[in-house]
């Protein structure tokens, strides 16, 4: 639940995964059987190494898996049914029910166009505005990510804005149409430690203020401690381990879930404590 609410007992998830699978052309799974539910507001950390399938779970959600990937199982975004759903239907899901942010903006992001335009995209096309009221817009989402100057930087284009910047156009995109679900996969990862703790903490401050529901993917323990409040650990495509952050952090059960505890305090006690913006130590997490 989000930061001061109250539980939300008996609202109805703005997204439900039941059994998701996701197999290869060949029959491989990769992600197996993965279920969890989110209502509003609600932040869920998915975490793992690379190949645990974490990120292959988030495209799936978003019916975004490549060619050669197969989904079966249940994916529903405020009640539309993703897995199987034609594209016109993902089309219409994606920016309004769900939208993603990905780890490295500027691939993101079109070269060739200037940043305005990309954020006024899914605005024409999903809330249908036009001319003065969709610049308006424009200018108010660069201003609620906080992007300093947002006449002057929506003129520029991607690469002559720096990587923090690129990331908050990014966010704006997402948040364009006010979609139920916010999928960030390892957004601050290719950022200094600085710039992570301003866009983690625009992150926070946005789905609170929206009430947006939150899946955060990441391989880093402590900075899933800072922005989920439940946590889904994976390995190999499949869930060994869920709960509470701090429950999980305080007694994993899992013995790779306690590997990974383990590596982010070895980290922490390496580092004296996490510079600003590497995400909480796991042994404050603990104490909450």
Known sequence: MTRGDEPRTGELPVLAVDGLTVMTSGGRRVVDDV?????????????????????????????????????????????????????????????????????????????????????????????GLRGAAVHAAVLDLMREVALPEPERLARSFPHEMSGGQRQRVAIAMALACRPSVLIADEPTTALDVTVQAEILELLLRVVDEHRTALVFVSHDMAVVSQVAERVLVMRTGAVVEEGDVADVIAAPRHPYTRSLVESARALDAALGGRPPGAGQDVTAVERR
């Open 35 to 127: 279920s969890f539910t989110l209502r509003a507001g609600e932040r869920l950390g998915v975490i793992g190494e690379s190949g645990s399938g974490k990120s292959l779970t988030a495209l799936a959600v978003a019916g975004l898996l490549a060619p050669g990937l197969a989904a079966a199982g249940s994916v529903r975004l405020s009640g539309t049914e993703v897995i199987g759903a034609p594209e016109a239907t993902l089309n219409q899901v994606r920016g309004s029910s769900v939208s993603l942010v990905f780890q490295e903006p500027l691939t993101a992001l079109d070269p060739l166009m200037r940043v305005g335009h990309q954020i006024a995209g899914p605005l024409r096309r999903h809330r």
